[in-house]
């Protein structure tokens, strides 16, 4: 799997400084699943960057093609991972289709929008995995449709275990520019966060469903 802790660092470093990711322990999110969340994650903020963007996209394509190897096809997942998707398909000259999270109720009633034919080996761009049930459920729809898929690659993981389960019983490889781990050494060493934030922030991500009730 990418491993690089200099990437992870710069792509933590830009998604704080930019306010992608906020961090409030003592006044938490509420995600739309009803988890009470002291980080809230909002990676197309990064679109608006221009050399965020382009850092980006150039660290995304070439991990793809270390990992992956030879790819035919890149697909976004929607809606976040499409801007994301398609800027590494240009990057790497490659055809773009997006995954969308169901199908269209009218029309071709089409799940999968783009032209190119199934066999193809693609890769998969999300901008965040958290459990990756949505992430892995465009996987399975792309499988369905006859494309192999090669992995996934996106920006940010909080690094849950039941993702890593969750990615291993589908049997699909993944790697993600920076993660939360990283996120902690950043955010603490630049003083985002107080060391007391720190624990606050592991005991989250060790039982994000019931923290904070």
């Known amino acids: 799997m990418f491993t690089n802790s200099e990437t992870e660092q710069q792509v933590a470093e830009f998604l704080l400084q930019i306010k992608a990711i906020k961090l409030q322990p003592n006044n938490p999110f509420t995600w739309a699943s009803g988890w009470k969340s002291p980080i809230y994650c909002d990676n197309r903020i990064t679109l608006s960057y221009p050399t965020i963007r382009t850092y980006i996209r150039h660290k995304l394509s070439s991990a793809i093609q270390e990992e992956y190897g030879s790819v035919e096809c890149i697909a976004g997942v929607a809606t976040a991972g499409i801007p994301q998707g398609a800027l590494v398909a240009q990057e790497l000259g490659l055809p773009f289709i997006y ?4 199908a269209k109720e009218h029309g071709r009633g089409n799940m999968i929008e783009g032209e190119i034919s199934p066999g193809k080996r693609v890769v998969v761009i999300e901008d965040l995995i ?8 465009a996987v399975q ?3 369905d449709a006859g ?3 090669a992995g996934l690659a996106a920006i940010f993981s909080y690094g849950f275990d039941i993702a890593t389960q969750n990615f291993k019983e589908a049997k699909c490889p993944f790697f993600t520019l920076s993660n939360y781990n990283a996120l902690l050494k950043y955010a603490e060493e630049r003083q985002y966060i107080s060391a007391a934030d720190t624990e606050v922030l592991k005991q989250w991500r060790e039982d994000p469903s019931t923290w904070g009730k």
């Open 99 to 102: 995954v969308r999270a169901k």
């Open 130 to 137: 958290s459990t990756g049930g949505s992430s892995l459920q």
């Open 141 to 143: 729809a792309l499988r």
């Open 147 to 149: 494309y192999t898929v």
